[in-house]
């Protein structure tokens, strides 16, 4: 260390003092080392440096051109105004660092003269050192000044960048305010629009409001018009007719009485005087779920059973008789597709032919046509049969099987066994059984296929019946029309 002289303090103690009113920009003095060439180099700092001014301006332009095109007119306008904000706040700090650095250069200088009259005073080695301090000096104003020049720059774009931003703010307000303008226009528009869409609506109403009541004024005047026109034409007349008319119905009335009593008085005659000659005659109910038997009334007559018989259906118009294939029993049980018709039955016995006719047409079963409806709303219909005949062959066994009807089908199985299962098909048959005995209004004959035939007991008339209506409109509806054997030619 070079030693100070007495005389070195009395001339430090002549150097005008720093002032105190001196900012600087940190807490502590830099600190610096001398390189090669005596150059003077700052020292590392222990901490990273942070990105610089000019690198954050570009980093928010490019954010700024990159967002544009998403951000709305007011989103745009509300971040220009924050970095408009921001570019303020740098520019008051590049103004702090300006008055920094001014004072540097006033302490640098101040500094540079106190040495200039110190190396006056000193000598030998302790003016060498002075040099160098005052080189030193130098070196901190020169890289002083560059960074000032460097302050000036930044500043410079930090200006031209809060100019841009506050011109950019500007005209995104003025779009916002135009937008707005706009928008309230289109609002005020659409409100109008809406206001003579409404007028209008209540202009049509009371319109066609006045048109009704001008419509139902004009028809009330015509009504009364008429009536008077009807009661100034001739109106005792018109009563008059009314009256003719009425006497006329009573008296066609009671002459279609008087007809009626005399057709049935004829009716009984002549059934009487064919009783007198007739051998046979036929007793049941003309109904839908009863049976017809022949019977002998006279001691001449043959048993029916030992004679040839052959039903016959009878339409309501015409001549022709339709031939009830397989009916050649005494006993003959109607079916529903018997039901509006008179049946007659041809008898040979001891070669004379006696035909007997019932006295009125079939009539269906009370109740059966609701049956069959409310059956049909089912997907399927299931009933409890015995099968009597297989094939033309008796069936040994009495068991109960399912005959099951559905919409496209018709199957008879016991349990898990299937005896039959067939759609609807132009082979397939069904109809009341025509063979006879006690039993045949509860008989059904189905022929599944060709080869394939079923007799079939059901518990009660009703279900053979509604069995066979049900079959029938099922079949209809996959086009299929079914009858018993020798009815198509009929149908």
């Given at each position: 260390?070079?030693?100070v002289?007495?005389?070195?303090?009395?001339?430090?103690r002549?150097i005008?003092?720093?002032?105190?009113?001196?900012?600087?920009?940190?807490?502590?003095?830099p600190?610096?080392r001398?390189?090669p060439g005596?150059?003077?180099?700052?020292?590392?700092?222990?901490?990273?440096?942070g990105p610089?001014?000019?690198e954050?301006v570009?980093k928010?332009?490019?954010?700024?051109?990159?967002?544009?095109?998403?951000?709305?007119?007011?989103?745009?306008?509300?971040?220009?105004?924050?970095?408009?904000?921001f570019?303020?706040?740098?520019s008051n700090?590049?103004a702090?660092?300006?008055?920094?650095s001014l004072?540097?250069?006033v302490?640098?200088?101040?500094?540079?003269?106190?040495?200039?009259?110190?190396?006056?005073?000193?000598?030998?080695?302790?003016?060498?050192?002075?040099?160098?301090?005052?080189?030193m000096?130098?070196?901190?104003?020169?890289?002083?000044?560059?960074?000032e020049?460097?302050?000036?720059?930044?500043?410079?774009e930090?200006k031209?960048?809060?100019?841009?931003?506050?011109l950019?703010?500007?005209?995104?307000?003025?779009?916002?305010?135009?937008?707005?303008s706009f928008?309230?226009?289109?609002?005020?528009?659409?409100?109008?629009?809406?206001?003579?869409?409404?007028?209008?609506?209540?202009?049509?109403?009371?319109?066609?409001?006045?048109s009704?009541?001008?419509?139902v004024?004009g028809?009330?005047?015509?009504?009364?018009?008429?009536?008077r026109?009807?009661?100034l034409?001739?109106?005792?007349?018109?009563?008059?007719?009314?009256h003719?008319?009425?006497?006329?119905?009573?008296q066609?009335?009671e002459?279609?009485t008087?007809s009626?009593?005399l057709q049935?008085?004829?009716?009984?005659?002549?059934?009487?005087?064919n009783k007198k000659?007739?051998?046979?005659?036929?007793?049941?109910l003309?109904?839908?779920?009863?049976?017809?038997?022949?019977?002998?009334c006279?001691?001449?007559?043959?048993?029916?059973s030992?004679?040839?018989?052959q039903?016959?259906?009878?339409p309501t118009?015409?001549?022709?008789r339709e031939?009830?294939?397989?009916?050649t029993k005494?006993?003959?049980?109607p079916?529903?597709?018997?039901?509006?018709?008179?049946?007659?039955?041809d008898?040979?016995?001891?070669?004379?032919k006696?035909?007997?006719?019932?006295?009125?047409?079939i009539?269906?079963?009370?109740?059966?046509?609701?049956?069959v409806?409310?059956?049909?709303?089912?997907?399927?219909?299931?009933?409890?049969?015995?099968?009597?005949?297989?094939?033309g062959?008796?069936?040994s066994s009495?068991?109960?099987?399912?005959?099951?009807?559905?919409?496209?089908?018709?199957?008879?199985?016991?349990?898990?066994?299937?005896?039959?299962?067939?759609?609807?098909?132009?082979?397939?048959?069904?109809?009341?059984?025509?063979?006879?005995?006690?039993?045949?209004?509860?008989l059904?004959f189905?022929?599944?296929?060709?080869?394939?035939?079923?007799?079939?007991?059901f518990?009660?008339?009703?279900d053979r019946?509604?069995?066979?209506?049900?079959?029938?409109?099922?079949?209809?509806?996959?086009?299929?029309?079914?009858?018993?054997?020798?009815d198509?030619?009929?149908?």
């Amino acid at each position: 260390m070079t030693k100070v002289s007495p005389a070195f303090e009395d001339a430090m103690r002549e150097i005008v003092s720093v002032s105190a009113d001196v900012c600087f920009a940190s807490n502590q003095f830099p600190r610096y080392r001398i390189g090669p060439g005596n150059q003077i180099l700052d020292e590392a700092k222990k901490y990273p440096r942070g990105p610089s001014l000019k690198e954050v301006v570009e980093k928010e332009t490019a954010q700024l051109v990159e967002q544009y095109k998403r951000l709305s007119v007011r989103d745009l306008a509300s971040k220009f105004d924050k970095n408009l904000a921001f570019a303020t706040k740098l520019s008051n700090e590049a103004a702090h660092r300006k008055v920094a650095s001014l004072e540097g250069h006033v302490l640098l200088k101040k500094l540079r003269d106190a040495l200039e009259v110190l190396k006056g005073r000193l000598a030998g080695r302790d003016k060498e050192d002075v040099e160098k301090a005052i080189s030193m000096v130098e070196t901190l104003a020169v890289k002083l000044t560059q960074k000032e020049g460097e302050l000036v720059q930044e500043k410079y774009e930090v200006k031209k960048l809060a100019n841009f931003l506050k011109l950019t703010s500007e005209n995104a307000k003025k779009l916002v305010s135009q937008e707005r303008s706009f928008a309230c226009a289109e609002i005020e528009s659409a409100r109008a629009v809406v206001q003579r869409i409404g007028e209008a609506l209540e202009e049509q109403e009371r319109d066609s409001q006045t048109s009704a009541k001008q419509e139902v004024q004009g028809l009330l005047e015509e009504v009364q018009q008429g009536r008077r026109i009807k009661m100034l034409h001739q109106p005792s007349k018109v009563m008059d007719m009314e009256h003719e008319l009425r006497d006329l119905r009573i008296q066609i009335q009671e002459k279609s009485t008087i007809s009626i009593k005399l057709q049935k008085q004829l009716e009984f005659r002549k059934r009487a005087e064919n009783k007198k000659f007739c051998i046979y005659e036929l007793n049941g109910l003309v109904s839908l779920g009863s049976f017809l038997r022949i019977q002998p009334c006279s001691d001449a007559a043959e048993e029916p059973s030992k004679c040839s018989i052959q039903w016959y259906r009878l339409p309501t118009e015409g001549s022709r008789r339709e031939i009830i294939s397989g009916a050649t029993k005494p006993i003959y049980a109607p079916e529903p597709f018997d039901v509006g018709r008179f049946l007659e039955v041809d008898i040979i016995s001891n070669g004379q032919k006696v035909s007997l006719t019932t006295a009125g047409a079939i009539s269906p079963a009370p109740g059966l046509d609701n049956h069959v409806e409310i059956l049909l709303r089912k997907p399927n219909t299931e009933f409890n049969v015995v099968i009597t005949q297989m094939n033309g062959r008796n069936y040994s066994s009495k068991s109960m099987h399912l005959f099951q009807l559905g919409k496209t089908r018709m199957k008879l199985s016991r349990g898990w066994i299937t005896k039959a299962r067939e759609s609807y098909s132009s082979s397939m048959q069904i109809c009341g059984f025509r063979g006879g005995g006690n039993s045949a209004a509860k008989l059904l004959f189905w022929q599944a296929r060709k080869g394939q035939s079923f007799i079939l007991l059901f518990e009660s008339e009703l279900d053979r019946n509604a069995a066979i209506m049900l079959a029938r409109r099922c079949g209809l509806h996959c086009s299929v029309m079914l009858a018993g054997p020798e009815d198509h030619a009929f149908m």
